[in-house]
């Protein structure tokens, strides 16, 4: 039996769609399709129905589906750990997009040079994904946000850096206060929803500031941009020198809080399981971010 079919069988389940699964695994739906069939020929039941355009698994599906994860695992630690001395294979690395456009490619090169055998397959998402794929078993390391909950201890957390927040404006404001213009000027926000937001309205409430938002983004790199076609200031974390890169801004240290404890900055480093097969190169990709990192 093909463990491979079980994977692809695992990935039609979590997506519900055979399309879905085959545009993820670069495969074709048909040759999706005929994977399944050939995984039910050999156990000699069936695992999927239809549902108009989904699939869901049927009760020997599921039971398939809850054993074969472990089986999938246990495979690729197998092949791993007979590959070991070779120190080649794929390491599954998940980041965000600010990392992706500012030290990461520095990360990767130190890294690969160390390691020229081995292929890093990089997804770029937020930072509770990257951690639910980790904890998956779907990545093998994040370097992301830590995580405003406390780790299972099967999951182990290295700082990189802290990002405290900076006020972005056009050159021409960066002699006016950035308190002032926070009140006086639009505010190009960082999305709310995430960490980073979080922390920037936390600010802006403290201080008594109600600003007049005029775009809401997902995007520290998409913020700098707007501030700098003139739509407004932002209020981000500081993610390096990728801000003003290529870029007409200024940058400003915001005044810290009066009569309140300072905010606490966002901590940025690296996830991975504690167990993890690929663990020296978790390890590997730690030493090559912490000296080329700026902190």
Not at 25 to 40: G, H, N
Not at 134 to 140: F, G, H, N, R, S
Request: net charge neutral; proline share 6%.
């Amino acid at each position: 039996m093909e463990t491979r079919y079980i994977h692809n069988f695992l990935k039609v389940v979590k997506l519900g769609s055979m399309s879905d699964a085959a545009r993820e695994l670069d495969l074709s739906p048909a040759a999706v399709a005929q994977q399944m069939r050939t995984l039910e020929r050999e156990l000699g039941v069936t695992l999927l129905v239809r549902h108009g355009r989904r699939v869901r698994p049927t009760a020997a599906g599921e039971r398939l589906f809850e054993k074969g994860q472990a089986l999938v695992q246990e495979c690729d630690e197998l092949r791993d750990w007979v590959a070991s001395d070779a120190d080649q294979g794929e390491l599954r690395l998940g980041t965000l997009n600010t990392v992706l456009h500012s030290f990461l490619p520095d990360v990767l090169q130190g890294f690969l040079q160390q390691h020229p055998a081995v292929q890093v397959h990089v997804v770029v998402d937020n930072t509770p994904k990257l951690y639910t794929a980790l904890a998956q078993d779907e990545l093998d390391v994040a370097i992301c946000l830590k995580p405003a909950f406390e780790l299972p201890k099967t999951i182990c957390w290295s700082p990189l850096r802290e990002e405290t927040l900076v006020l972005l404006c056009q050159p021409g404001d960066a002699h006016i206060a950035p308190l002032e213009l926070l009140r006086k000027r639009a505010l190009v926000r960082y999305d709310r929803s995430l960490a980073g937001g979080k922390l920037a309205q936390r600010y802006l409430d403290a201080q008594e500031i109600r600003a007049h938002a005029c775009l809401e983004l997902n995007s520290v790199i998409a913020v700098a941009m707007m501030v700098e076609r003139g739509l407004g200031v932002g209020l981000v974390p500081d993610v390096g020198d990728t801000l003003l890169r290529g870029r007409e801004l200024s940058r400003l240290e915001v005044p810290p809080l009066k009569g309140v404890p300072p905010l606490p900055p966002r901590e940025l480093g690296l996830l991975w399981q504690r167990t993890t097969p690929r663990l020296r190169w978790a390890h590997s990709l730690m030493s090559c971010a912490s000296r080329l990192v700026p902190s």
